[in-house]
C-alpha cells in the first residue's frame, strides 16, 4: 500500500508555519507498512484543492489530508473533497449533538459558523475528533473509468487533533487493512566526512533494489545514514535490518558516532561519564559560547561541565587565559598557536581534564587570502599534552560556527576513543 499526504494551508505555502504534520505522518505510515511516495503542500484555495486530491488520488493507494477543516471560510477542504467526490455536503446532526456538548462543557456558546464542521460529503463516514470541533472524513474515491480506488482521510490541521485522530480513527484500519507489512527504519550518524565519500564507502549497499535499502541523508553539517527495512513481519524486518546496520557499522568503523536519536553531545557526554568521571571546560572566540551550550544542552551536563570562557577580543584571551600577547602578535588570533593556549588555560584554570578551545573566522568579512573565511582553529589540552587542528569549514556564518563547535566535539571524541582523527 502506498500512501501521499496533503497538507493545507497558505501560511504553509508562504513558509510561516513549519509543515510537521506531514514529517509526523510519514513515520506512522511506515510504522504500519505504508511507502509514503509524495508530501503535497497547497494553499487555501478550492480548485487547487481539487487538483491536488484528484492528481494524487491517480497515484495512491492512501491519500491523507490534514489541513482545511476550520469553521473559517478559508477552510475548503471538505467543499473540495465533496467536488472530487461529486456528493453534496449533508450535515452530520450526531456531530452537531457533540459540538454542543463540548461547547457547553467549556462554558461557550456555539456560533452557527461551527456547524459547517459537521458537514461530511454524501456516502463518507465521520472520523471522531475528541481534541476539538471539526470533524474528520474517511471516503472512497473510485477513479473515473476505472475499478481502482484510493481511500481519503482528511484529518484537522492542528497537530495535536490530527494526530489524535489518526491514531485513534485511521491507524487501527490502516494495521486492518496493510496485511501485516512491516516498514522499519533506524539512523546512523557521521560528521566529518562529505556526503559523496560516505557513499562510495558504502556504494554496495546503496543498490536501490535493495532490501534494506540504504541512503544518504545530510543535515546540520552532518551525514548520515538511513536504513529502511520492509518485510511482512517484524522479525524478518528486525533480523535484516541489523545485519545491514552492523554491516554498516563494520564498514564505517569510528566514522560513526551514533544513531537514531543520539546526537553528538549525547555520545561526548557517555564518554566523559562512563567508567570514570572526567571533566571539560571551554575557551571560545568565534563560536560565541555555542561549544559550551551543546556540552550543557544534555541533561546532567553539570557533573562533566566545569565552566566556560567566551574571549572574542585579543584583550580577553590575554586578560582572562594568559594568552601572550607576542603569540598572537607573531601568528594571529586565528591559529594553532593560540587556540592551544586557550585550551591549555581552560584546562588549568578550572582544574577540568580537558580544555577545549576554538578560535576562528566566521564571516561574512575578515577572511584574507592566507585565513579565509571558515578558517577555523581548534585545541584540546589533555593530562599527557595537547593537539590542534585547523579546518577550512564551508558554508555562512551560522554554519560555520555550528560546524566549529561540532568539529570540536568531534576531536574530544576521538581522543576519548583513543583514535586519530581520520580527517
Known amino acids: 500500500m502506498n500512501a501521499i499526504t496533503l497538507s493545507i494551508g ?10 510537521t504534520n506531514s514529517a509526523w505522518l510519514g513515520r506512522e505510515l511506515a510504522a504500519v507498512g505504508c511507502d509514503v511516495v509524495a508530501h503535497i503542500t497547497v494553499g487555501d484555495d478550492q480548485p487547487a484543492i481539487v487538483s491536488a486530491i484528484t492528481d494524487a488520488a491517480q497515484r495512491c493507494d492512501l491519500l491523507l489530508i490534514s489541513g482545511g477543516l476550520g469553521p473559517t471560510k478559508d477552510d475548503l477542504t471538505r467543499e473540495a473533497l465533496a467536488r472530487v467526490l461529486n456528493q453534496p455536503l449533508e450535515i452530520n446532526e450526531i456531530w452537531i449533538g457533540q459540538m454542543e456538548k463540548m461547547f457547553q462543557r467549556l462554558g461557550r456558546v456555539m456560533v452557527e459558523s461551527n456547524r459547517v464542521q459537521a458537514l461530511i460529503p454524501r456516502g463518507a463516514r ?22 481502482r480506488s484510493c481511500r481519503i482521510f482528511a484529518m484537522p490541521g492542528v497537530p495535536v487533533e490530527m494526530r489524535a485522530m489518526f491514531q485513534r480513527e485511521v491507524r487501527p484500519q490502516l494495521i486492518a487493512a496493510g496485511g501485516g507489512r512491516v516498514i522499519i527504519s533506524r539512523t546512523l550518524h557521521t560528521f566529518g566526512i562529505g556526503e559523496s565519500a560516505l557513499g562510495e564507502m558504502v556504494a554496495d549497499l546503496m543498490n536501490r533494489s535493495r532490501n534494506p535499502l540504504v541512503g544518504t541523508t545530510v543535515s546540520e553539517g552532518g551525514v548520515s545514514l538511513r536504513i529502511t527495512s ?10 535484516k535490518l541489523e545485519r545491514t546496520i552492523a554491516e554498516c557499522r563494520r564498514i564505517l568503523g569510528d566514522l560513526v558516532y551514533g544513531s537514531d ?12 561519564t562512563r567508567d570514570v568521571l572526567r571533566r571539560v571546560s571551554t575557551a571560545e572566540s568565534c563560536t560565541g559560547g555555542l561549544l559550551a551550550k551543546m556540552l550543557t544542552d544534555v541533561p546532567g551536563s553539570s557533573r562533566y561541565f566545569q565552566r566556560g570562557w567566551i574571549t572574542y577580543s585579543n584583550d580577553a584571551k590575554m586578560e582572562l587565559l594568559d594568552v601572550d ?11 594553532e598557536e593560540v587556540t ?47 593537539a590542534a587542528r585547523t579546518f577550512r569549514l564551508p558554508g555562512d556564518r551560522e554554519m560555520v560556527r555550528d560546524r566549529s563547535a561540532k568539529m570540536a566535539l568531534t576531536l574530544l571524541r576521538y581522543h576519548l576513543i583513543a583514535t586519530p582523527m581520520p580527517f
Open 230 to 239: 520492509r518485510e511482512s513481519s517484524r522479525s524478518e524486518a528486525e533480523e
Open 325 to 335: 600577547a607576542a603569540t598572537i602578535f607573531s601568528h594571529g588570533a586565528v591559529s
Open 10 to 19: 497558505n501560511e504553509l505555502v508562504l513558509g510561516q508555519t513549519v509543515d
Open 126 to 147: 465521520l472520523l471522531t475528533n475528541l481534541a476539538g470541533t471539526a470533524a474528520g472524513i474517511d471516503a472512497d474515491f473510485i477513479l473515473p473509468g476505472s475499478s
Open 261 to 272: 536519536e543520539q546526537t553528538l553531545p549525547m555520545v561526548i557526554a557517555e564518554l566523559l
Open 340 to 386: 592551544r593556549a586557550m585550551a591549555g588555560a581552560a584546562r588549568r584554570k578550572s582544574g577540568a581534564d580537558f580544555g577545549l578551545a576554538i578560535s576562528g573566522i566566521a564571516g561574512p568579512d575578515g577572511g584574507t587570502a592566507a585565513k579565509p573565511v571558515g578558517t577555523v582553529c581548534i585545541a584540546l589540552a589533555h593530562p599527557s599534552g595537547d
